[in-house]
């Protein structure tokens, strides 16, 4: 279980793409949860623990609802298949991000 609670992260609808290092193809989903640390991203194939990857995010700015995207690396801690939809829930711990692309992030997370 991750250290990180719940409560600590926002629910988002962001769209994702998630390319492994091994490989240039991405795997597109989408962002369901994000804090400054953290990320849950739902994709239609699972990644195995332990992985690092880099993630490309499409998330409106606050202030213009217009897309900014953001890319950082993560490792994935957690993967587990959500049934209802037939997708798998990755829980992904942020590894490695510019600081201003932080900066957005917390900026965005912080009107939600």
Sequence with gaps: ?????????HHVN????VIREEHSRPIYGHA??????????????????GLVCRVYL???APDTGRPDYVDFRVKIMET???????????VCK???IQTQQLAFMKKT????
């Design 1 to 9: 279980m991750s250290t990180e609670t719940r409560i600590d992260r």
């Design 14 to 17: 962001w769209r994702a793409a």
């Design 32 to 49: 369901s949860e994000a804090s400054e640390s953290s990320i849950i991203i739902q994709l239609p194939d699972a990644l195995p623990v």
């Design 58 to 60: 499409d998330i409106p």
């Design 80 to 90: 587990s298949l959500i049934g209802q939809v037939s997708e798998f829930r990755h």
């Design 94 to 96: 942020i590894t490695d």
């Design 109 to 112: 997370l912080a009107h939600h």
